[in-house]
């Protein structure tokens, strides 16, 4: 029994996160899910929905979501509530979109994967150097952009700062960061 209450619940955050992910553009739509797809690609992996969880970086929006569906149909609550929830999964799209085309850029679409046992990344400094430069042009990673190893690829593949800079500048200037901007919420390293 709660093993089918455990598809369900995935079914319904798959089905819940379709439907808002919908109202976005063409674009966006496809980034926000190109990491699930990408973070697949040449290894062997069990999704998420199959193994009946829910990522924990989902969880927030899958909660927000049920909050929604409790509320009064045509409140401003309910209203505002979804604006909120459009918010997070267009920035969480932005995150994946400008990453993939920093690491087609920078790396030529290439993900490394570090042997079992190793760190993610050789240099720290260096790490945090990336993320803060990165977000200083396209906004704070949040929780949800911590997933990404474009960061510890950069790194480990002594990719300049002044090129990480130039590539953030070049993919996010037209991007308004509004309340994801480090000057606001800090940075994430």
């Given at each position: 029994m709660a093993a089918s209450h455990h598809l369900l619940f995935v079914l319904?955050?798959?089905?819940?996160?379709t439907l808002l992910v919908l109202q976005l553009s063409e674009a966006s739509r496809s980034s926000f899910f190109s990491l699930r797809r990408s973070k697949l690609k040449g290894k062997k992996a069990q999704s998420f929905e199959s193994m009946g969880v829910v990522d924990q970086r989902d969880a927030d929006v899958y909660s927000m979501w049920h909050q929604y569906k409790s509320l009064t149909e045509n409140s401003q609550e309910k209203e505002e509530l979804l604006k909120k929830i459009k918010r997070i999964t267009s920035h969480?799209?932005?995150?994946d979109n400008s990453i993939d085309i920093?690491?087609?850029k920078l790396l030529q679409g290439e993900i490394?994967?570090?042997?079992s046992g190793m760190a993610i990344v050789d240099d720290w400094d260096c790490l945090k150097t990336m993320v803060r430069t990165y977000e200083t042009h396209?906004?704070?990673l949040t929780h949800y952009g911590m997933l990404h190893t474009l960061f510890a690829d950069l790194c480990n593949n002594n990719i300049s700062k002044e090129a990480m800079d130039e590539a953030a500048k070049a993919t996010c200037s037209s991007y308004d960061m509004g309340q994801w901007d480090p000057a606001i919420v800090g940075y994430s390293a």
């Open positions: 319904f955050l798959t089905l819940t996160l969480r799209a932005h995150l920093i690491r087609g490394a994967v570090r042997p396209c906004g704070s």
